[in-house]
């Protein structure tokens, strides 16, 4: 294994990794703040994710 390869393995290991079902507590979606914002996080029907404000 190089020195990139090695770094990034260490880089995407030290970002949180978090299950969207948790999230959305079973359901479809959940609310997520960030500097008083609030933001929609839906799981559609394709199983795809959709975040808006």
Not at 16 to 32: N, S
């Amino acid at each position: 294994m190089n020195a990139t390869v090695s770094r990034t393995l260490t880089l995407q290991d030290s970002i949180p990794v978090h299950d969207a079902h948790l999230l959305t507590a079973g359901g479809v979606q959940a609310r997520i703040v960030l500097d008083g914002q609030v933001y929609s996080l839906r799981i559609t029907k394709a199983g795809k994710l959709i975040l808006t404000k």
